[in-house]
């Protein structure tokens, strides 16, 4: 790139950072104004101004606000004080967001709960939030009753749109109760005493490997998340952002809203993203902006053409996520004039920004930016899944193109503070100590990264994701990439299997595939596209791919059944000097007792 070009490039970082920090620069951790002041600030600059748009309605920013106000009067009628915690199992809705936001009016924390989640994992996210009541709709309640019996405490259920004749002791419905209350703006003193530093809500991990953990979300945080996406996308008052994703995650819920309802713009909320009706509903709408997160391009690049798809007023696109095979595509199909991707952990203090649309990267830090971000990459061992020391017993960073660890420095600011989980263990582990001086603290991101001579950084793989095999580091992410293309697959989820005998760990991948599976032809895709070390040593074809509410694979359950025909449902095969051959028990048996080496 010439030096015009970079100054350009720099300069452009430099005015769309600038806004970002405009933004967020008044956030104090020892403020008393908190996500719903905001809120009303906005309310009041903008009160006739379309807010939400919904599957139901158009709703204003001065009627959202009177029933976020009702939400909040209902908490108080239970006895819920500054404190408290109220969990909400609830599909997208305007009532989502005003729900919430009354809470935080009057003090009161809220548990953003998976609406995909049932049983057991439901019951544990429920537990963990330690809420008495549970705010849900017509569409959940019942997946929430099954699993309150596995609550090791009473729990109250309260349900918007819920039939008389359904009615019990201990599930009421909530549209009378809310409707009945007052829509004038509780008391400020309500929340007296509370700051930044206190939780508005939590949010769960997807749970793509165990059980989810409850992220606290500060006020200061998730009015960081909120502004900050309202200054970078350059967003008015005439803007309209089109989301699809799940309020109960940081991408759809704070980042997806922040860009409308801070500026005075028009919030497009669906319940769930539907490849079919995307592209007409986007054009329907006049959206001008979209927030995605990367699997769902994916989904829609793989999807047959719709006559819509280039008939948009979309001038941008923002999110995570987007893997470097599927954005220039996405882009280019779409007509997308402008894609800004993020990096961000909803628990964590690093965050990342490409704002010059750089293909595949998920942010860049240039040259005067390097010791004023609070971001460094640690070079990282796989085998113990731990930084790597020196003789002076200090983390060495990575050097550019070395793949490490991503870090953030932990200190008593809004940019670099720490909130971590609800169980403070859980909260500790993520702590890295004496790092770089003695008695520093910088939070664990758990992802591999890499960062080149310019400055932009790309991602490379969870840490537990990334396996090691025939003494090479195995990125799951790649292979899952380089694999996609194979004719006849429609998804790969790829995952590392121990082996006895044998060091590290197997590549194995699971395959949902059109029609019937080629053995043969997958094989040699693979040796055309993997290095040898790469190479699925085993394969099994399964119906559809198991994911969380934001599109990660779950993988949990494929690798504990790993390549035991008994485990295994459905075809599964083993690499062998022709490809790749069935599994036999007998097959089995000669690489457990080491007479067939991988």
Not at 36 to 48: G, I, L, S, T
Not at 192 to 219: F, M, Q, V
Not at 391 to 406: H, T, Y
Not at 531 to 541: G, I, K, M, T
Request: charged share 25%.
């Amino acid at each position: 790139m010439g030096l015009v070009a970079n100054i350009r490039r720099d300069l452009r970082f430099t005015k769309v950072l600038s806004r970002l920090l405009q933004r967020i620069k008044p956030i104090e951790l020892d403020s008393s104004d908190l996500v719903c002041d905001d809120w009303e600030e906005a309310v009041d600059k903008y009160p006739e101004h379309i807010a939400i748009q919904d599957d139901k309605r158009s709703i204003s920013y001065r009627e959202l606000d009177a029933m976020a106000n009702r939400f909040g009067h209902w908490a108080q009628s239970r006895r819920l004080k500054r404190g408290d915690t109220v969990a909400l199992v609830m599909l997208n809705r305007a009532e989502y967001i005003a729900a919430w936001m009354g809470f935080a009016k009057v003090g009161v924390g809220t548990a953003l709960i998976n609406t995909n989640l049932t049983g057991h994992a439901l019951a544990h996210c429920l537990t963990i939030s330690n809420a008495s009541q549970v705010v849900t709709d017509e569409d959940c309640w019942r997946k929430v009753e099954e699993a309150r019996g596995r609550v090791g405490r009473n729990l109250m259920l309260w349900v918007l749109g819920l039939n008389d004749a359904d009615e019990a002791d201990e599930r009421r419905g909530l549209d009378k109760p809310v409707r009945s209350g007052s829509s004038v703006r509780p008391a400020k003193s309500v929340r007296s005493g509370l700051t930044n530093r206190d939780t508005a809500l939590y949010i769960y991990t997807s749970g793509t490997t165990g059980l989810p953990k409850a992220a606290k979300i500060t006020h200061a945080r998730a009015r960081t998340y909120m502004r900050a996406f309202a200054g970078a996308t350059f967003a008015t008052e005439k803007d309209v952002t089109f989301n699809v994703l799940p309020l109960y995650h940081s991408t759809g819920g704070l980042v997806g809203i922040g860009p409308a309802l801070l500026n005075g713009g028009r919030l497009v909320l669906r319940k769930r993203f539907s490849a079919s009706t995307f592209w007409p509903d986007v054009k329907a709408s006049d959206a001008t902006l979209f927030v995605y997160i990367g699997e769902l391009c994916r989904y829609l690049v793989n999807c047959p053409e719709n006559p819509d798809e280039r008939s948009h007023k979309l001038r941008l696109a923002f999110g995570n996520g987007l893997r470097p095979d599927v954005w220039t595509d996405f882009q280019k199909r779409f007509a997308i004039p402008e894609i800004m991707e993020f990096y961000g952990s909803t628990e964590g203090n690093v965050s990342l920004f490409n704002f010059d649309g750089k293909a595949g990267a998920i942010g860049r830090v240039p040259g005067f930016l390097k010791k004023k971000i609070n971001f460094r990459l640690v070079r990282f061992d796989i085998d113990t899944e731990m930084p790597v020391r020196g003789a002076d017993g200090l983390c060495q960073p990575a050097k550019p193109g070395e793949v490490g660890e991503a870090i953030g420095l932990i200190g008593d600011d809004t940019r670099h503070a720490y909130s971590g989980y609800a169980d403070r263990a859980e909260s500790e582990k993520k702590v890295l100590r004496d790092v770089f001086v003695r008695g520093d603290r910088w939070f664990r991101t758990g992802d591999l990264m890499k960062q080149d001579n310019e400055g932009y950084v790309y991602f490379i793989d969870r840490i537990g994701d990334t396996y090691r095999w025939k003494g090479e580091n195995v990125s799951t992410a790649e292979v899952e990439q380089r694999l996609a293309e194979s004719p006849g697959v429609r998804e790969v989820i790829a995952y590392g299997v121990p082996v006895p005998g044998q060091e590290g760990k197997a590549g194995m991948v699971a395959l949902v595939v059109d029609g019937r599976f080629s053995a043969k032809a997958f094989a040699e895709w693979v040796d055309q596209e993997l290095p040898s070390y790469a190479r699925p040593a085993f394969v099994r074809l399964i119906k559809s791919a198991e994911t969380t509410g934001t599109f990660k694979y779950r993988k949990v359950d494929l690798v504990k059944d790993g390549f035991d025909p008994a485990q295994v449902d459905g075809p599964l095969y083993v690499r062998s000097k022709t490809g790749y051959s069935k599994m036999t028990d007998t097959a089995r048996e000669s690489i457990l007792n080491g007479t067939t080496r991988l």
